[in-house]
């Protein structure tokens, strides 16, 4: 661990954590230990932070709020960068709204309303941060990150600050710019929106929140949606026409709530879901013949 010892120049100790277990940073709660995971409050730190791992060839990872987010169950000889809340900053200008990429979506859904700013409803009960909502496209209730994103700033591999517009994004179902480039760490977007009514996307955001929260297994932990939506089909149900509601594997489940979703019993392991996600694609597959295709980053291995 010395080759990580030059990181307490660049961060306060407090914000560096030693074999830090992953299971801690994502919502599913699994996912082993890391060699280190860091918690960078600026841009400045991120740039110190990626330089120092690229001239010491340490491979590394960045994430947000672990929401879509699988980690291997052995050790991560990596170094992990969690964008989190403190580089979490929203401004609000007119109808612009710039926010750095560690706000959560549902913050800045909030933001926009309390400015009367209409399109942001859909994201509101979407538990991802902005990085994270950028880099898959996040979307719900017929609404996706395409809609709103003006222009995105990250930082290349070299070091360098860059500005993308929307259309550049190459921006398609949960895909985006970023999708393939682990390397790239998204910084901040703006997004434009349109003057809405306060009361309109007040309903609108509560009817989204009370959607989720009777649909959704909000109270086990998961990491949303597994697998992107075939063309056509329902994932929820073609699983649920498999007879695959409540299906256990160790402590992974096909939720009994949501079809399309896969929660922690308590003591699941990664091995666990991903021989889940296995299971269900293969029954999908023989049954309808149909390929799902899970659309949850994995850290440690391919599913």
């Known amino acids: 661990?010395?080759?990580?010892?030059?990181?307490?120049?660049?961060?306060?100790?407090?914000?560096i954590r030693y074999n830090e277990p992953m299971k801690k940073h994502t919502t599913v709660k699994v996912g082993g230990p890391c060699d280190c995971l860091v918690m960078p409050e600026s841009i400045e730190e991120i740039k110190n932070i990626v330089n120092f791992a690229k001239e010491n060839d340490i491979k590394y990872y960045v994430i947000g709020s672990?929401?879509?987010?699988?980690?291997?169950?052995e050790k991560?000889?990596?170094?992990?960068?969690?964008?989190?809340?403190k580089f979490g900053k929203v401004i609000v200008n007119g109808n612009i709204i710039t926010a750095y990429s560690g706000a959560s979506m549902p913050y800045v859904s909030m933001?926009?309303?309390?400015?009367?700013?209409?399109g942001f409803e859909f994201a509101c009960g979407i538990p991802g941060t902005i990085g994270g909502g950028i880099r898959m496209n996040a979307g719900a209730y017929g609404s996706e990150m395409s809609n709103i994103v003006y222009n995105v700033t990250y930082l290349d591999e070299d070091g360098n600050i860059c500005t993308i517009n929307n259309k550049e994004l190459n921006f398609s179902y949960r895909n985006s710019f970023f999708t393939d480039k682990p390397n790239l760490v998204i910084l901040s977007a703006v997004f434009k929106l349109?003057?809405?009514?306060?009361e309109d996307i007040a309903k609108l955001m509560e009817e989204n929140s009370k959607a989720r929260k009777e649909k959704?297994?909000?109270?086990?932990?998961?990491?949303?949606?597994?697998?992107?939506?075939?063309?056509?089909y329902f994932v929820g149900k073609l699983v649920s026409d498999c007879g695959l509601k409540g299906y256990t594997i160790g402590g992974a489940q096909v939720s009994t709530k949501h079809t399309g979703f896969i929660v922690n019993t308590g003591n699941a392991t990664c091995e666990d879901i991903v021989n889940l996600i296995h299971y269900i694609q293969k029954e999908v597959k023989e049954k309808f013949d149909v390929d799902l295709k899970s659309e949850v980053v994995f850290i440690g291995g391919e599913i």
């Open 194 to 198: 349109e003057e809405g009514n306060a």
């Open 111 to 118: 933001c926009a309303k309390k400015n009367n700013l209409t």
């Open 76 to 85: 991560i000889h990596a170094l992990i960068i969690k964008i989190g809340n």
């Open 216 to 232: 959704q297994p909000l109270d086990m932990p998961n990491f949303g949606s597994v697998f992107r939506r075939p063309e056509g």
């Open 1 to 15: 661990m010395e080759k990580y010892n030059e990181l307490e120049k660049i961060l306060d100790i407090n914000r």
């Open 66 to 73: 672990g929401s879509n987010l699988l980690v291997t169950d």
